[in-house]
């Protein structure tokens, strides 16, 4: 619980710093919640019980999933405030970062479902529970996160992390997308490389050729 609570608020901490504002902060929070709930409801059902190293799932899966809730209300957010309706605002929001959170969270999953072959139980679980609920979270996130949003909107100057043009929010998605990949990269399990031993033979000769140089 002390990781899931102190993921959950250095993630609000960054997205207040960003945006500036409490409600999508609040929506965003609500459907990580949901996804973590459907993530150990799966673990629950699959391996009937879980072990310490899956308990920290949530603190993961928020980390992970908040990205997508960032990308698409930063354009919905540029929508509204050009006086886009709420519907008109979601739909491009899903027309220009729809596919980005579908592939990214593809990735993700595909990273941490790699953590099946690692033949350690704990991260066998771990990962394919992160798997889960990486696809729920960016599912959520089109759907029941513009349904927790709600239709008001007031608009507000851009907070010092969000961009005013369209070359600023090209180098945000490309930011995001390497910050996906990094992620994934350091998810895959670690190789184990058993330590080499010095060949018998080789030793052999190397005491021959002391013993004959002597």
């Not at 996130?141 to 709600?150: K, N």
Request: positive net charge.
């Amino acid at each position: 619980m002390t990781t899931l609570f102190i993921s959950a608020v250095l993630v609000a901490v960054v997205f207040w710093f960003g945006f500036r504002r409490v409600g999508p902060l609040l929506a965003i929070l609500h459907v990580l919640l949901v996804s973590c709930v459907i993530a150990v409801g799966v673990g629950a059902v699959v391996f009937h019980e879980l072990n310490m190293i899956t308990i920290g799932l949530c603190a993961i899966l928020i980390g992970l999933g908040v990205d997508f809730g960032m990308m698409l209300y930063s354009i919905y957010e540029l929508e509204r405030i050009d006086g886009e309706s709420h519907e008109a605002a979601i739909a491009t929001a899903l027309r220009s970062q729809g596919r980005s959170v579908i592939f990214g969270a593809l990735t993700s999953a595909a990273g941490f479902f790699s953590h099946v072959f690692s033949g350690c139980p704990g991260f066998a679980q771990l990962g394919l529970l992160i798997c889960f609920g990486i696809l729920f979270a960016s599912a959520l996130m089109m759907t029941l996160f513009f349904v927790l949003l709600g239709k008001r909107f007031r608009p507000k100057e851009n907070g010092p992390l969000r961009a005013g043009s369209e070359r600023n929010q090209g180098k945000e998605r490309v930011a995001l997308h390497a910050l996906s990949s990094v992620r994934v990269i350091l998810s895959l399990p670690p190789r184990t490389v058993k330590p080499s031993r010095p060949s018998t033979s080789a030793s052999a000769v190397s005491i021959r050729g002391l013993r004959s140089s002597g």
